[in-house]
Every structure is written in structure tokens, then in C-alpha cells.
């Protein structure tokens, strides 16, 4: 057998240079101090607004029919402009089109008013660019599944590009709330459950989109996904150590390691507190304790909300003083309460010295992103290609690793020659494969008769020429989300006379109940929507074996299906190559390699769960109703077999230095695959509660038969550290158990994977952060 060395470590802390946009110096600051010493209070006030420029009928964000604007860009702008909303990416336009008139606006910006400032352009990102005709890739959620950041880094730089070339400047994106129920609609956006894999994937697309000028937003800060019972907007009620030790970690490591430049807040509540006006969070966490000097963006009408939806603010006035007083710099996607400061500064309600801060965020900001110096006399892009051969192979690469095998009774790989029956809602439609953000769903779907614009074969198309059109026969069954079973006659009939049942069935991604999954479409049950679940029940009678595939941007609690099919393949919309990853994956031309980002629920009523939990919160003995999943974190299987090794960990290590791991895994197996190495730890006795299993290392790797890798993993002792009982971030000394395998496992599978490590010290964490992360510079 041959061996090979793999080295896992923390995050490479990003590097200062041109390429982040940050000319540091005493003449970069005294140009912005100067600029804002020319300022009239209405020239400020403009540079912390945004400007939509929207038509009626459109809604693509919360509660957007509320808030009509007559005003003219023109009109608006007089005074300058802080940022301009979604120039491309609220319908379908041409984009060298747009682009020659954002030259125009921009130039007219330049020379038409006092100042002469460019606006920062800023669109969403999370899925790809969300404009008509660019590429479209997997979801977050896929991205975790992958449980690779170096692919979400290419990705990223990928989109960061197109954005760059269309002259957008700061990109929505991405989403680093922990997933912690999967009945909340926003978890398609989201990366995992696991607090170090949403930070390890998040900074990682923070840097390659960082890598192209554009400046990434990392979004809601904080506590949004732990609303109560799942529900969009729903108040937040979790404990300190839960914010500290589960919820912040991602945004701090996207920030620290990855130099984050923008931060959004989150529309919730944090017991009785909404975000938007919380110093505690917006300054006292993000600036004071982790250094952040970029700037806070608002979540889209997020400082009225204060007024309107969380009546802690008497008027729009109110709500903008709390806000801007919290640390929030810019309003966004306009000014509907932040055009109200400077009558709050003419009455004395407010500082002005509060608005000079946030001026000076966005200026330096716009210093960093070259817009300072920008004149706009160059030529816009007459042709640029959003759609590209790279794009779309970073796409299918994306699509091919983050598609989850969960269950095979050795029915897949499909056989050659086989008659195969496709089946189910998602098998025929393009949008199954996207999710809530992306363009086709979000923007595409209110513009009837608009062509897609993109290639974006169907799994039915995919499947028909990876096995041949004469051996696929198709039936849809029923809808997404609806109680028409009309179609079940045919759908048996079809199953009926093949070898195989492939069904595909799944979620509808929308927005505000258009669809099953997506920002406010929350579930009460987890069951698969409308009557899926019948139909593959009536399929299953037939007796023909049944592959399931899941296409959803949520886990369904599909325990019945693990039990009777023949397989069941999870894809959380696989983007606009899902459908070739698919197809590949039930041919064998794809060995499956995705491991489960949250894990797959056994009931509705056993949420909220994550694997991170304490030895009582499984249930077992102590309840009728256990919360076990029926499939853990971590899972996924693969074509092959990977036999696990020699996992050797020093005997000791100071809390304030780093666990050496190594760990040996063969590829037992007959074909080539690649496997995800996952180290969890165990604090085997702490002052608090800790989880049965935490994520501490990860590693893709790709083996051929027979070969082994030696696997090693770097762990700073901080990734173990918690909240004690006086809320300091502590790593405290004592046993802590050490797990290596392809998945989480609350106990050790194989006496040789099961070790400890003793920690002989105790440090307080912000001594340790300084040891082992970068100084904010």
C-alpha cells in the first residue's frame, strides 16, 4: 500500500495586502477626517442609507409592501448616496446593460454632486451572484455537507469575480447561523449544525470573495436560527453560554481568521432585547472584545422593525437613535428611519458625534474598495460570461462531494441495462434544484414567461442520459406541497413495469409561503410536504425496489423510508449541476463522498436537537421520548470501505498549546473514493455540561484502493473551550476524550479510536486567543 501525509490545521489567518482592499496608514485616515469635516449633517446622513429602486408587486424581502418610496434615485442621491440596493439582482435585466447605466449613476454621482463619492453597490450572493444568467451553485447546506473549504474558497473567488466585473462592491453573504431546528425555514441557507463547521466553511467563502475586492457581510448577527419552535422572527430565549459557546463562534473566526469587512444584524430578539438596538452585541461583542472595524449593515428594514414589528422605538426617529447609538452604521436596503437624524440632531434627541462614527466606518470602507478615488471614465463591461466552463465545473465538483448517501441496501450503484422508473416532483423541474436565494427562486419565479437563462438540465434529463432514454420511463406522482393523489395510478403503473423506482421527491424553496423551505416558510411537522410520503408508499407495495432521493434544503424525519428502501440518497439542492451529480452518484460514476451537516431527525417533536448535547439531552431511560436521530451528524457512506488505524494523541498538553492527532485510514475497498476524516472531542468532567461529542477536525481525502493516508490534525486547545460557571471563557485541565471516524459517535466504535488526553492547566480563553490567533491589525 502506498501512504501519504495530510496536515489539518486551524484556519490560515488572512493575509494584509492589496488584494483585501486595506491601504492602512495615517493618510488614508486623515483624507477620510477630512472629507467628513466638509460635510454638511445631510451629506452624512446620506452616506448611511440605501436606495431600492423597485417596482410595486415585487417581494423579496419581509414585509417589503409596507414600505412604499416615491422618491427618485435621483432625487434621493442629490446629497450622495451610502449604498445602492441590488442594482442587478431584484429583476431580470441585461447585465451589460445594467452595467452601463451603474457606470452612468456612478460617474453622475462623481461629477454632480459636492463631494463627488461613489455608492457601494451591494448584492446577494449566497448561492452564486443573484442576477438573471449567472451561475447558480449548491446551498449552504451542500457546502457542509462537501466538508470542503478550499472548494467553497474557489467557489466564492468564482462569484466574487462577476461581482467585482459589474462594478458591485459588497456581497450579502454568507449565513453562519448555527442550524439549531430544522422545522426554521432559513436552514437551506445555513451551513451546519456544528458551530466550528459553519466557521471553518463561512470564512473560508469570506476569503475567496474577499480575494476579488469584494468586501462579504456575514449574516444575521446573531441568535436568529434558535428562534422559539422554529418560527421566522420568532423571539429568542437561550442562555449566555449558549449565545457564547455555539452562536458566536462562527462570526468571531469569520472575523479574526477571515477579516470579515461587514457584518449585518439579526432581526430577532435575545430575551426581550432586540439585536438592532443591542450595544452589548453590535459594540460591546463585534468592536470591543473581537476588534471588528468594519461596518454593521442593517438586515433589510431591520431599524423600523424596531418601531413596527418589536415596539421597543415610539417612530421610525426612536428606532434610528437606538440603532445608530447600538453600533449600527447603514440602513438597509433604504433610509426609511435614518433619513430621520438629522431633525433628531436639529432638537438635540441625538449626537452628532454618533452619526460622525458611522461616516467614518463607511468612508474608510469606501477608501478600502478604491471608490474614493473612482472616476467611472472607463468603459463597463460589454460582454461578461456569469455562467463560465469554470464556473459551472466548481459547480459540479460542489454538487458531486456534498451529495450524502445515507442508506443502501447494495442497490446502488445502479447496474447497467436496468429499466428505470423516475418518479416524483423534483424529477422534472429546474427550481427543485435551487434553494430559497437563489436567482431562479427568489427573483425569476415572480416574472412569469422569463426564460431561466442559465442550463439547468432536470434530474429526469440528467438521469435519461446517464442510462439511456430508452430505459427511463417518468411519471410525476403529485406536487411539491398539495393533496392530489391523482396522479398515484401512474405513478404505480410506471414503477410497476421496471427494475427499479428511483423517486424524487422534496422541498420547493420560496419566500413568505411560496414554498415548503426558505425565509419564512417554517414547518410545523417534518414530514415530507403535500403527499409525498403516500406516494412513496404506494410505490413501495409495488414491490419494486424504491431509491429515494431527497431533494431538499432541510432534513425530513425519514426514518420510515431508511427502514423499507432500497437506498436513500440526501441532496440539499445541488445548484445548477445537481442534476448530473445526481445521476452520477445512482450510476457509480460518482462515489458518493457528502457527509451529513445536521442530522436527520426521528420526529417533529424531538426538536430542537443537535448532536451537541449534554449526556441528558439524548433521553434514553429518563423519558418515553428519546431525541436520538435516525441518522447522525457526520453520516454518509460511500461505494467503498475505509478501515481506520494507529490514532495517537499525546499523553498531555497545556490548555494553552495545541492536541497533535494522527490517525491512519486505508481504502479497503475496490474503488477509488474520497472519505471525511472527523476527530471529536470530550470534556470528560467539567464545571458545566458539556456535549457527549463536539467536531474538533475535519479532512477530505481522496484514496485510491488500497492506498492509506496518514491524517494530521493540528486542534489549538481553545476549540475546547466553554463558558464556566462565572461566564469566562475557560479551557479547563482534565480528561478529554478523543474520537476518530467517518462520523459523530457518542461512544467509541472501535477500542483503538477511543483515547484521552489530559489538559494540565488552566488558562482563561482571551489569553489563549491571543496565543494562537492573529491581532486584529
Not at 27 to 34: K, N
Request: aromatic share 6%; net charge negative.
Amino acid at each position: 500500500m502506498t501512504e501519504v501525509h495530510a496536515v489539518v490545521d486551524g484556519p490560515v489567518p488572512a493575509q494584509a495586502g492589496p488584494e483585501h482592499g486595506r491601504p492602512d496608514g495615517h493618510d488614508g485616515e486623515a483624507r477620510v477626517r477630512e472629507l467628513l469635516g466638509r460635510m454638511t449633517i445631510e451629506e452624512k446622513i446620506a452616506q448611511l442609507v440605501g436606495f431600492w429602486e423597485k417596482e410595486d408587486g415585487e417581494a423579496v424581502a419581509p414585509l417589503q409592501g409596507e414600505f412604499g418610496d416615491s422618491s427618485k434615485l435621483e432625487e434621493f442621491s442629490r446629497h450622495g448616496l451610502g449604498h445602492l440596493t441590488r442594482a442587478y439582482g431584484t429583476r431580470p435585466l441585461d447585465a451589460a446593460q445594467r452595467a452601463s447605466w451603474l457606470w452612468k449613476f456612478q460617474r453622475d454621482l462623481v461629477t454632480g454632486t459636492r463631494l463627488g463619492i461613489p455608492a457601494i453597490v451591494h448584492e446577494e450572493c449566497l448561492t452564486g451572484l443573484s442576477a438573471w444568467k449567472a451561475a447558480t451553485f449548491p446551498t449552504p447546506l451542500a457546502w457542509g455537507a462537501a466538508f470542503n473549504p478550499e472548494l467553497v474558497t474557489e467557489m466564492a473567488a468564482a462569484i466574487g469575480a462577476s461581482m467585482r466585473a459589474l462594478g458591485v462592491h459588497q456581497g450579502l453573504s454568507p449565513v453562519l447561523d448555527v442550524i439549531r431546528d430544522p422545522r426554521w425555514g432559513r436552514v437551506d441557507e445555513c451551513v451546519a449544525e456544528d458551530p466550528y463547521l459553519v466557521g471553518t466553511i463561512g470564512t473560508s467563502y469570506v476569503r475567496g470573495l474577499q480575494s476579488q475586492g469584494v468586501h462579504a457581510t456575514l449574516k444575521h448577527f446573531a441568535g436568529y436560527s434558535a428562534s422559539r419552535a422554529g418560527r421566522n422572527f420568532a423571539p429568542v430565549h437561550i442562555g449566555r453560554r449558549e449565545l457564547a459557546d455555539v452562536l458566536l463562534p462562527p462570526f468571531e473566526m469569520a472575523i479574526l481568521d477571515g477579516d470579515a469587512r461587514s457584518v449585518m444584524h439579526s432581526y430577532t430578539e435575545i430575551d426581550g432585547v432586540p439585536v438592532a438596538a443591542d450595544p452589548t452585541m453590535l459594540t460591546g461583542i463585534l468592536r470591543d472584545q473581537w476588534g471588528f472595524d468594519g461596518t454593521v449593515v442593517a438586515d433589510y428594514y431591520g431599524v423600523a422593525f424596531l418601531n413596527l414589528l418589536h415596539h421597543v422605538a415610539s417612530d421610525h426617529a426612536d428606532a434610528a437613535g437606538q440603532a445608530l447609538t447600538a453600533g449600527l452604521d447603514v440602513e438597509l436596503p433604504t433610509g426609511d428611519a435614518y433619513l430621520t437624524l438629522g431633525e433628531s440632531v436639529r432638537t438635540g434627541r441625538l449626537d452628532e458625534a454618533l452619526i460622525d462614527r458611522a461616516v467614518l466606518r463607511v468612508l474608510r470602507q469606501k477608501r478600502d474598495l478604491g471608490l474614493l478615488d473612482a472616476t467611472f471614465d472607463d468603459e463597463p463591461p460589454q460582454a461578461i460570461d456569469l455562467d463560465s466552463p469554470e464556473h459551472r465545473s466548481i459547480a459540479r465538483r460542489l454538487a458531486e462531494e456534498s451529495i450524502v448517501l445515507v442508506a443502501n441496501r447494495d442497490a446502488l450503484p445502479l447496474p447497467a441495462g436496468r429499466r428505470v422508473a423516475l418518479i416524483g416532483p423534483n424529477a422534472d423541474r429546474q427550481s427543485a434544484l435551487f434553494g430559497c436565494y437563489s436567482f431562479l427562486n427568489h427573483v425569476l419565479v415572480q416574472h412569469p414567461g422569463v426564460e431561466t437563462g442559465i442550463d439547468v438540465p432536470t434530474v429526469l434529463d440528467a438521469v435519461r442520459a446517464e442510462f439511456g432514454g430508452d430505459l427511463v420511463t417518468w411519471a410525476r406522482g403529485c406536487d411539491v406541497d398539495d393533496d392530489d393523489r391523482s396522479g398515484f395510478d401512474e405513478a404505480v403503473a410506471t414503477a410497476s413495469g421496471a427494475d427499479v423506482a428511483v423517486l424524487v421527491v422534496g422541498d420547493h424553496a420560496g419566500l413568505f409561503g411560496r414554498g415548503t423551505v426558505g425565509e419564512g416558510c417554517d414547518r410545523e411537522d417534518l414530514e415530507l410536504p403535500g403527499v409525498q410520503r403516500q406516494l412513496v408508499e404506494a410505490v413501495l407495495a409495488t414491490g419494486t425496489p424504491v431509491v429515494l432521493v431527497l431533494v431538499t434544503g432541510r432534513p425530513y424525519a425519514v426514518g420510515w423510508a431508511l427502514a423499507r428502501c432500497a437506498a436513500v440518497v440526501q441532496a440539499f439542492f445541488p445548484g445548477e449541476e445537481g442534476a448530473g451529480a445526481i445521476a452520477g452518484v445512482l450510476s457509480g460514476r460518482v462515489n458518493p463522498s457528502g457527509r451529513l451537516p445536521v442530522s436527520l431527525p426521528r420526529s417533529a417533536g424531538a426538536q430542537p436537537y443537535s448532536y451537541l448535547h449534554p449526556t441528558l439531552g439524548t433521553g434514553n431511560e429518563v423519558t418515553n421520548l428519546p431525541a436520538t436521530p435516525v441518522a447522525p451528524f457526520g453520516h454518509g457512506l460511500s461505494y467503498t470501505t475505509f478501515a481506520y488505524s494507529e490514532l495517537t494523541v499525546p499523553s498531555t498538553t497545556p490548555t494553552s498549546g495545541a492536541v497533535e492527532v494522527t490517525v491512519r485510514v486505508t481504502n479497503t475497498g475496490a474503488f477509488a473514493g474520497d472519505d471525511v476524516v472527523q476527530l471529536y472531542g470530550r470534556d470528560v468532567v467539567a464545571s458545566v455540561t458539556r456535549p457527549v461529542a463536539q467536531l474538533l477536525g475535519y479532512r477530505r481525502v481522496h484514496l485510491e484502493p488500497g492506498q492509506s493516508v496518514t491524517v494530521e490534525l493540528t486542534v489549538p486547545t481553545t476549540r475546547l473551550a466553554f463558558s464556566d460557571r462565572t461566564f469566562t471563557r475557560v479551557v479547563e485541565p482534565g480528561d478529554v476524550e478523543l474520537r476518530g471516524g467517518g462520523r459523530v459517535r457518542p461512544t467509541p466504535a472501535r477500542p483503538d479510536l477511543g483515547t484521552r488526553v489530559a489538559l494540565a492547566d488552566q488558562l482563561v480563553l482571551q489569553c489563549i486567543v491571543e496565543a494562537w490567533r492573529p491581532l486584529k491589525r
